[in-house]
């Protein structure tokens, strides 16, 4: 918001290798994955449960290493060699697919720890950004309300606003609308096109639905079921702002045809591996 | 503004005290105290049931316990009584304060730090099942005087408990709090302090509830071992002396002081977690 974040949160990952070795049996999650992402793209990961793609947010986030390959971020490493584990910063902020808000902590509490944290403004100044930045994303008059008191969709958005208030380089969201049902989904996808549309980050975002992947993303990278990798990466060129009669064009259902084989395709392969959902 | 908020907030507690007292809840917790009674009174007095001939009637124990002038010297109207309820109540007072002093902060660590839980659980597994009685002999070589040992072992009985279900509290916090933090750019001390110890306080006051309920049973044990006051030792002194409506007044007596304790102990949570209590709230609606 303050500097020009368009220039802010392009991503690399060159050949990243994931190995999980729990018990001497070696699975490996991430196979020679390589995606480029330019920043503020809103890059959508579309694979079958338990493929892997998690695992590529959480090396990115910095939640466990990587076996091999590296993964930058505007030109700076976050990890690979001589580095297995980038360090979690306030610059990738992770939406999590159960929700993380802090459940002892208010709204507004919520919406200030990170800033409060880092400690680099005055309080004052942190709970004016937390109530414009609410009242911009239609919270206003939650603020003392309870995590557990709010409804999945609000939660959601409460979550978003709070990774914003750090303004960070990159969204990282792990299917977080997952949880929702197909109406609030579609009210939450606008919601996510409008903050999108005002802040400018890159967006990371993980999900199973394909629908979801090409009505909000400028890039589609379809992964394969594990090892994880992309399959296919395709650049989803309808304009924004979009709304939701979108689904119903020729261009979208175009894409739509030419990927949702692919995606079945996977979903199969995962399917007789057995894998776990997850 | 604030005055009429407050006298609503009155009228609202009026109310609900009265809806409380009308709520079959209530009835039906009179009734089962009804139906103990009656049962006490049959079996002890009227049926003489094998076994339960020889205790104290029902209302010998009444007439002992409401007696201007008692039988055996213990009655509600005696100053003994509450010489022995303030000896016990200041003792069970300081064991729980240490024990929660101590007991929270070691669980916090143990539930946190996996290196300080590889050093010291062991140990703490190994102590903790001990009997307390087991430690009297110890707790009479180490400390000198009446009160110190009685502390002490009313003390370790709500350590262990508190400290175990203070690290079960910090390890059952969902990992993604821990990663929210870190990603929010919280360090390793702010972590502690906005997600260790807020997600442990469920548990916390859980433990603490237990805590306070092991502190008397433990307190009253050590009394009949050693002491000159206190609940305990009118139950024991009042045995050996064969005044048996006197134990039963001792018992009961400890029985609604233990039930008030942990009463008090569940307010304070409460009012420490309104987050839960609404999420409870909700979750029940």
């Known amino acids: 918001m303050t500097n020009s974040p368009q220039t802010r949160g392009q991503i690399s990952i060159k050949d990243v290798v994931k190995i999980y070795d729990p018990e001497g049996a070696a699975v490996m999650a991430v196979d020679h994955c390589s995606l480029e992402i330019a920043a503020g793209e809103i890059c959508m990961i579309v694979g079958p449960s338990g493929c892997g793609k998690t695992t590529l947010l959480n090396a990115i986030a910095g939640f466990h290493s990587i076996n091999g390959g590296s993964i930058e971020m505007d030109g700076q490493l976050l990890c690979g060699p001589g580095k297995p584990q980038a360090t979690p910063g306030s610059d990738r902020i992770v939406v999590f697919q159960n929700g993380a808000l802090f459940p002892w902590k208010n709204v507004i509490d919520n919406l200030m720890f990170g800033p409060l944290m880092s400690g680099k403004l005055p309080f004052n100044e942190i709970k004016e950004k937390a109530l414009y930045m609410m009242a911009d994303a239609g919270l206003s008059g939650t603020e003392n309300s309870f995590p557990g008191e709010l409804s999945s969709g609000v939660k959601r958005r409460v979550e978003i606003v709070r990774a914003l208030m750090n303004d960070p380089s990159v969204l990282l969201l792990d299917e977080p609308y997952r949880a929702l049902d197909s109406l609030s989904k579609s009210v939450m996808h606008e919601a996510l096109l409008d903050i999108y549309a005002k802040n400018k980050v890159t967006i990371f975002f993980i999900t199973h639905d394909l629908q979801e992947a090409l009505f909000l993303g400028t890039k589609l990278a379809i992964m394969t079921t594990r090892p994880c990798k992309p399959k296919k990466i395709l650049t989803v060129d309808i304009p924004y702002p979009r709304s939701y009669s979108v689904v119903t064009e020729k261009r979208f259902r175009d894409l739509m045809e030419e990927t949702s084989h692919l995606v079945h395709e996977e979903a199969k392969k995962s399917f007789a591996a057995g894998e776990k959902e997850g | ?263 008090m102990v569940r307010s304070v949570g409460k009012s420490l977690m309104k987050w839960r209590m609404r999420e409870l709230a909700l979750s029940e609606g």
């Open chain 2, 1 to 263: 503004m604030n005055k009429i908020m407050l006298k609503l907030n009155l009228n609202l507690r009026e109310e609900s005290l009265i809806r409380k007292l009308l709520s079959p809840r209530f009835f039906l917790m009179i009734t089962g105290f009804v139906i103990f009674l009656c049962f006490w009174h049959l079996s002890v007095e009227v049926w003489q049931l094998p076994r339960f001939a020889q205790l104290p009637t029902l209302r010998a124990v009444v007439t002992e316990f409401i007696s201007t002038n008692p039988i055996y010297g213990v009655s509600i109207f005696t100053h003994e009584l509450y010489q022995h309820i303030l000896a016990s109540c200041l003792r069970v007072f300081a064991a729980f304060i240490l024990a929660t002093l101590l007991g929270v902060p070691l669980g916090l660590f143990l539930g946190w730090s996996t290196k300080f839980r590889e050093y010291v659980f062991p140990v703490f597994e190994m102590l903790r099942p001990i009997p307390i009685l087991a430690w009297v002999p110890l707790a009479i070589v180490m400390f000198t005087g009446i009160e110190t040992p009685v502390i002490f072992l009313a003390f370790l009985g709500s350590f262990f408990v508190t400290a175990l279900n203070t690290m079960l509290g910090v390890q059952q916090i969902d990992e993604s709090y821990f990663r929210a933090a870190r990603c929010l750019g919280a360090n390793s001390f702010q972590v502690f302090k906005h997600v260790v110890i807020p997600g442990a306080m469920p548990f916390i006051f859980t433990g603490l509830q237990i805590s306070v309920g092991v502190c008397w049973f433990s307190l009253v044990a050590a009394e009949m071992v050693s002491g000159q006051y206190g609940l305990g030792y009118i139950i024991n002194t009042s045995y050996t002396n064969v005044r048996y409506p006197t134990i039963i007044i001792g018992m009961i007596t400890l029985g609604f002081i233990g039930y008030i304790t942990s009463a």
